[in-house]
């Protein structure tokens, strides 16, 4: 039989509530699944099997399972007997597949309970993929490894495998809506919050009508990267160029950033909870720029009574591109558009906004009816993951088309 099999890490800490987290893993990854073939989806010996008799689907498959949050580990499998002649059969129907000059074999075994130990194996199976292909043993930085799990009733066989983002499975924490401008920033902000379980929802704020809704491919683009890791994805878009253009003719300009926030938090609080948000997102960080000293951020979080989580908190400028590359939005992230927040900004922003100032003067103004007028223009729309022409289609390539691919290979 063959089978990608997932493996866990922070599902795997569980304990008690393992079963639980197992079922949301499968529950969160079987529509997935359903996109690119016909499986069989379960869980056994603290890891989730997908099985197939279909070649194709099974690549495929191997390709989107790093992208399931939850997911710490893929491995394309063979499941045997566990005996040392199955396992060394597999080990070398596997190695005719490839040419490679060094290997290793890495043995695990899960379950105690078999005649032999993992050094056995190793060496046994060494030997007879030593005498078929001649090539030597590397355990330092061999070309090919084979890996040998062996589980309670039975072994898997593998000579490949990705590494997964771990995490725990999307939507097992609940859903979140995150404010998503299309900068380098949010999207990051989505993704860590996913890893930790949550279904993320997207708002986009633009200056429509003062500026059309000219990035509305790069959100686009940026949603369907994000799907992969979550499946569908919701996008609102709410244009406040009505109500920003009003703020700047009565806020003092330092605090127009201010403002604008507290307009759009207010905005996507009321969003959340018609639409069953926990809680809201920002891509923002400390300290990176003006709007985002301690000060102002207490100015612009007093605006919402939903819970705000802004996952990027600690994170500097290097970190957040890091993992921008490697989850394939930096590039899209830095193509030009027009964001609202540059439109009437003041070249000298508050950087410690007072509360009291902003409320005094936000309390003589309709905000509340402006904003209201806004989410009357409301937009919607689903995204999807976006297999057709990725490198999914073919089974071919690496998943993430970008500077820093997924690591295929040894995750040690
Ligand atoms: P990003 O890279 O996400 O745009 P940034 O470094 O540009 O962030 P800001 O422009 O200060 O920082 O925005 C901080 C956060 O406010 C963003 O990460 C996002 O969550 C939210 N935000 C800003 N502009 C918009 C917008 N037009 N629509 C929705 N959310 C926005
Ligand atoms: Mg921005």
Redo the contacts with the bound molecule.
């Keep these: 039989m063959k089978a990608i099999v997932l493996h866990v890490e922070d599902i795997a800490l569980k304990k008690g509530n393992r079963p639980y987290f197992f079922r949301q893993l499968i529950a969160s990854i079987r529509p997935r699944l359903s996109d690119v073939g016909d499986f069989r989806v379960f869980a056994k010996d603290n890891r989730v099997f997908v099985v197939t008799d279909d070649e194709r689907s099974l690549e495929r498959a191997f390709r989107l399972a790093p992208c399931f949050m939850g997911v710490a580990l893929a491995r394309k499998s063979t499941s045997v007997q566990p005996d040392i002649g199955a396992i060394a059969g597999a080990a070398l129907a596997l190695a005719e597949q490839s040419a490679f000059t060094s290997f290793k074999v890495e043995t695990r075994r899960s379950s105690k309970k078999h005649p032999f130990t993992s050094p056995e194996v190793n060496q046994a199976v060494g030997a007879a993929i030593q005498a078929k292909t001649s090539a030597r043993v590397d355990l330092t930085k061999p070309e090919q490894t084979f890996w040998v799990d062996v589980l309670q009733d039975e072994a898997l066989v593998a000579s490949e495998q990705v590494k997964g983002f771990g995490g725990l499975p999307v939507g097992s924490s609940g859903r979140a809506l ?10 990051v ?1 989505a993704f860590l919050a996913m890893q930790r379980g949550l279904k993320v929802d997207l ?4 200056a429509f009508p003062y500026v059309r809704f000219v990035n509305e491919e790069k959100q686009r683009l940026l949603a369907e990267r994000l799907a992969l890791f979550q499946g569908a994805t919701r996008i609102y878009r709410v244009g406040i160029g009505e109500v920003q253009q009003r703020l700047a003719a009565h806020v003092p300009k330092r605090l127009l950033v201010v403002f604008t ?1 507290r307009t ?1 938090l207010r905005i996507a609080a009321t969003l959340a909870q018609r639409f069953g948000c926990g809680a809201l ?4 960080s400390l300290g ?2 003006a ?2 000293t301690l000060e102002n951020l207490k100015v612009i979080d007093q605006a919402s009574p939903v819970l705000t989580l802004r996952p990027l908190i600690g994170l500097g400028k290097q970190a957040i591109v890091g993992i921008a590359r490697q989850i394939g939005t930096f590039s899209i ?1 830095i193509q030009q558009d027009e ?3 540059q439109l009437f900004l003041p070249r000298h922003p508050e950087t410690r906004a007072g509360l009291e100032e902003v409320l005094a003067v936000e309390s003589g103004l309709p905000v509340h009816a402006w904003e209201e007028e806004a989410l009357e223009a409301l937009e919607s729309y689903d995204v999807f993951p976006a297999l057709q022409g990725s490198p999914l289609e073919n089974g071919g390539g690496t998943l993430i088309r970008e500077d820093r691919p997924l690591v295929y290979g040894s995750v040690s």
């Excluded at 995150?178 to 999207?187: E, H, M, R, T």
């Excluded at 708002?203 to 633009?206: G, M």
């Excluded at 997102?281 to 923002?284: I, K």
């Design positions: 995150c404010l998503f401008s299309g900068g380098i920033d949010s999207p902000a708002v986009h704020f633009s926030r759009m997102l920002t891509g923002e990176q720029v709007s985002q992230s964001d609202c927040c």
